[in-house]
């Protein structure tokens, strides 16, 4: 046998059982045909369209070479000019957004795959509501997976990045330390016994831009260190230590309470011990957090989650005390807080069932006490059908606010429809919604989802000015191959009064992406953002992280994009991420997204998380673009799981473990796998 | 028994196959989607597209037919150039018998179907046939084997109100992958294809509830298959009845339904 076939069989073998499956399952058939067989006789004239006189619709590819020799590696840099006219009592003239984006992915034998991303812009005009100029540039060094001996592994970064957590902070149900955003290094080491290790320092700051990310410092330093480990099975052990020094707080509650708000900058020192034990379908973790702020005396936070899962059903539930000015560096946790929850979720084939309750109240008796109750219940009703609905029910010390849901889905001739009711109301507002959706089957290559809303708010919110207006809203979202060089692709909301006062919102984020050469291609968009005056009622968890400082979006904002793309990969094409040389691969995309209605579908109107990394096996990234997509254009065929670095995603939006979507990749193949985040409940 | 045969007999099929993916750079194409199912009016034309991908290195040649088909008992699929007995090939148009594609490039791929004014209500079923154009060698010791590598999209158009008839015959209880199962005997007594689905649930001989998936595997006009309900729990997919079972519920195909409530045994 030789060498080539020698490494072919065992894949043949694994890709076999595969086989059996997708024969079974999918309707695309393969076979094989012993040359000569009468396969090869064309008994039959086939006719063909215009006599065969088309011209061929023939793209060149992901891939802008032939170089087949070597590990993965893959270069892109994106030319970006860009006209930004933005509206508003005090917005500045005429900008440009222009810059240089440039990323590198290369994979290594022995020490593991590095990536590397860059942004510098040009121009610093000052956005109305942005509390400082742009950041001039941003840059990271991703290093992951590096292995040595026994079975360790590091991940290394620096540069704009994200503190490092262990994994027993990060997977928390309740009650989250955020990663930060910083311009600084980070390492992470696993070893045998599920041994971690992280630490990380730098200077905290914050991402922006549009199309150019860039990275601002806010002054000051942070700095973490952190391990845990499994010292024998049930038990897992961890701890992590952050400090912060003369920091800005990056994010602010919405009526802010906390002690040192109003403070410029703060300093902060936090301990944090956890202890997680799991069984089967049992797992229970105690944590206890301990730290200072500014001097002003030790807060002490103590929180127990346990869960417990029989059958189709799971069981949570978990208590806390949590003392007020509680910081994790320069991010806020939910602090001032004590009391418990219970929450029972149900899955079955035809039902999906989900019941909480909180009770949170004030440790220091400033803030409020309050219940939160919600229910979620949907009942597939045939294989084309199925309803629920929805309640929330808030209640504190002086107000109430409940809202409820209902909806109908409905599989149809022309795609996926549903039909949903909202009804939300508080002290100061009625807010009342008939939403209609639909995802359209399309031709290969297309995609479409429509949106239609009327809505009827009745409001004393906004400086007490009675609001009564009936608005509707239309939101498309869609694209696709025009041929196979041309592409458009992009997401048009717009919303006016129908009746009574209220400013329209327009949005629109409407890309057209045309393959030039090989290696080259170009991309137009167009961006709009147009704010209404209108909010929406939304009743939340008292439990949900501290919503970031509201960053006053322009009255309107809209700029036209204009990207040169220059791409190419080497070796990857032939040695599919996460395989060997020659064997099966397909292609892995799709979104990232905010998933407001939760139906577990991508609707037309709801954003896409722009900027986050979709990481593949723990080792290949991608960052999503400004609609929130991604795209692994060659994986090797068989299991993947994708994960989701949750920081960039805005609060409240969290995704329940990392993101951690499991999905199996067929030869030739194409899987879309849209992964929705949903709001903090 | 027989499930497992055919199962071995599809993977032994699939698995030459795959060698010549896995040994020959002259063949690894990627195809989306890998199935069509349209409707068509008489008098129309149904037009359509599909990817055609080139994975390996350098340029390659394809050639591309279609053909006729049938399912096989396993649910194989066996092609025929010749043209069958009611074949609606002749309605089909196929943009080129070959294809050239550069290293990485994906060509759009037209085809049409050309419904005729006095087409009665039915389905049109055929496949499209991508094959390398250059033979590949899978090796495996000292045989070597020339094969071409092929990939088979199957297209469905169902013509004006054609729509699939099912009828239910008795309950019988099958072995599957060594364990028993109950299974229908289904008969397509209509026009078009069609695929079951439905929540069916029940009780064994211990008391024990379970849940019941059809697969959703076609069943072609005039076709009798027998479908076997896979049981599954919360706790397990696959887990061991104790028979009599009871089975109920609803079994649907397309936008039709019937009511079951049967006795395996």
């Avoid at chain 1, 009746?499 to 409407?510: C, E, F, T, W």
């Avoid at chain 1, 991508?602 to 593949?616: F, K, M, R, W």
């Avoid at chain 2, 049109?124 to 045989?143: D, K, N, W």
Wanted: glycine fraction near 12%.
């Amino acid at each position: 046998m030789t060498p080539e076939a020698r490494r072919a069989w065992p894949g043949v073998a694994w890709l076999c059982g595969l086989s059996v499956i997708a024969a079974l399952s999918a309707p695309s058939q393969a076979q094989t045909a012993p040359q000569g067989s009468p396969a090869q006789a064309s008994a039959y004239q086939d006719r063909y369209i215009a006599g065969g006189t088309l011209s061929p619709d023939i793209s060149t590819g992901d891939y802008g070479t032939t170089e087949t020799s070597g590990l993965a590696r893959s270069i892109r840099t994106d030319s970006v000019g860009s006209v930004l006219d933005q509206e508003g009592p005090h917005s500045p003239p005429r900008t440009h957004e222009n810059g240089l984006l440039a990323g590198a992915q290369w994979d290594t034998v022995s020490y593991g795959a590095w990536s590397a991303d860059a942004a510098a812009r040009t121009g610093g005009a000052r956005r109305p509501g942005v509390g400082h100029d742009y950041g001039a540039a941003s840059f990271s060094l991703h290093e992951r997976g590096m292995p040595f001996d026994e079975g360790w592994q590091a991940d290394n970064a620096l540069g704009d990045i994200n503190a490092p957590l262990i994994n027993l902070a990060r997977l928390q149900p309740r009650f989250l330390l955020a990663q930060g955003p910083m311009e600084g290094v980070e390492t992470e080491w696993r070893g045998p016994s599920t041994l971690q290790l992280v630490a990380g320092a730098g200077k905290p700051g914050i991402y922006d831009g549009i199309k150019v990310p860039t990275f601002q410092t806010l002054g000051g330093s942070t700095a973490t260190l952190g391990a845990q480990w499994a010292p024998a099975s049930p038990w897992a052990l961890g701890g992590e230590f952050a400090a912060a020094r003369d920091v800005s707080l990056y994010y602010q509650p919405l009526g802010a309470t906390f002690a040192t708000a109003a403070t410029a900058h703060i300093s902060s020192t936090t301990g944090f011990l956890t202890a997680a034990w799991q069984d089967g379908a049992s797992r229970a973790q105690i944590n206890v957090i301990d730290g200072t702020v500014d001097g002003n005396g030790n807060s002490l936070g103590v929180w127990v989650d346990a869960s417990h899962t029989q059958g189709a059903m799971t069981q949570s539930f978990g208590a806390f005390r949590i003392d007020p000015n509680l910081a994790w560096g320069n991010q806020l946790i939910s602090s001032d807080v004590q009391g418990g929850y219970y929450r029972v979720d149900y899955r079955s084939r035809r039902w999906l069932a989900d019941f909480g309750v909180d009770q949170v109240r004030s440790v220091s008796g400033n803030g409020s006490n309050t219940t939160f109750v919600n229910g979620d219940a949907r009942y597939q009703l045939s294989r084309d059908t199925g309803l629920g609905g929805v309640v929330y029910v808030r209640r504190n010390d002086s107000t109430s606010a409940w809202s409820a849901e209902a909806y109908l889905d409905n599989a149809n001739s022309s795609g996926i429809g549903r039909g949903q009711l909202d009804y939300a109301t508080d002290r100061e507002t009625r807010d009342a919604t008939f939403t209609l959706q639909q995802t359209w089957d399309m031709r290969t290559g297309t995609r479409l989802s429509t949106t239609a809303a009327v809505e009827r708010i009745r409001s004393t919110a906004i400086m007490n000015v009675e609001q009564d207006s009936t608005i509707v809203r239309l939101a498309v979202y869609g694209g696709g191959d025009l041929t196979a060089r041309l592409a458009l692709d992009g997401s048009v909301q717009w919303a006016t009064a129908l009746q009574g006062r209220a400013a329209p919102s327009r949005s629109a984020d409407v890309s057209l992406t045309w393959q030039v050469a090989r290696a080259w291609s170009v991309l137009a968009s167009y961006y709009e953002n147009r704010v209404g005056s209108w909010t929406p009622l939304v009743v939340t968890s008292p439990l949900a992280p501290p919503t970031a400082a509201a960053v006053i979006a322009a009255a309107g904002e809209r700029g036209v994009f204009l990207t040169v793309r220059y791409q190419v990969a080497r070796g990857a094409h032939f040695v599919p991420l996460g395989g060997v040389p020659g064997s099966g691969s397909g292609r892995l995309s799709g979104v990232v997204y905010l998933d407001a209605n939760e139906n577990g579908r991508y609707d037309a109107g709801e954003p896409g998380a722009a900027n986050v990394t979709v990481i593949l096996d723990g080792r290949f990234s991608v960052r999503s673009d400004p609609n929130g997509r991604f795209d692994f254009p060659a994986v090797a065929a068989g299991h993947h799981v994708l994960t989701v670095q949750t920081d960039n995603l805005p609060l409240p939006w969290t995704l329940t473990n990392s993101g951690r979507t499991a999905v199996d990749v067929a030869t030739r193949d194409r899987t879309e796998i849209n992964i929705g985040a949903l709001r903090m409940k | 028994m027989i499930v497992r045969r055919m199962a071995l007999g599809v993977s032994l099929l699939l698995a030459s196959w795959h060698a010549a993916v896995a040994s020959a750079a002259g063949f690894a194409a990627l195809v989306s989607p890998p199935r069509f199912e349209l409707t068509g009016r008489s008098g129309t034309v149904v037009r359509q597209v599909f990817e055609l991908t080139n994975r390996s290195a350098g340029p390659a040649k394809f050639r591309v037919h279609t053909a006729d088909f049938t399912l096989g008992a396993d649910y194989g699929v066996a092609f025929q150039d010749e043209l069958q007995p009611a074949s609606c090939r002749p309605w089909v148009a196929i943009e080129r018998p070959e294809v050239a594609l550069p290293g990485g490039g994906t060509i759009r791929y037209r085809f049409e179907v050309q419904v005729p004014k006095d087409a009665p209500a039915g389905e049109c079923r055929f496949g499209i046939l991508i094959e390398g154009e250059e033979p590949a060698v899978a090796q495996s010791g000292a045989l070597r084997l020339p094969i071409v590598g092929r990939i088979g999209i199957i297209v469905y158009v169902i013509v004006g109100d054609a729509k699939p008839q099912i009828e239910v015959f008795g309950p019988q209880v099958v072995t599957l992958n060594g364990r028993k199962v109950p299974a229908l005997r289904v008969h397509n007594a209509g026009k078009a294809h069609a695929r079951l689905s439905g929540f069916l649930s029940g009780t064994d001989a211990k008391g024990i509830k379970y849940d019941f998936n059809p697969p959703d595997l076609p069943i072609l006009p005039g076709e009798v298959r027998k479908v076997i309900l896979r049981p599954a729990t919360s706790e397990s997919d696959h887990p061991t009845l104790t028979f009599p079972v009871m089975v109920q519920g609803t079994l649907e195909w397309g936008n039709q339904r019937t009511e079951l409530d049967e006795r395996f045994e």
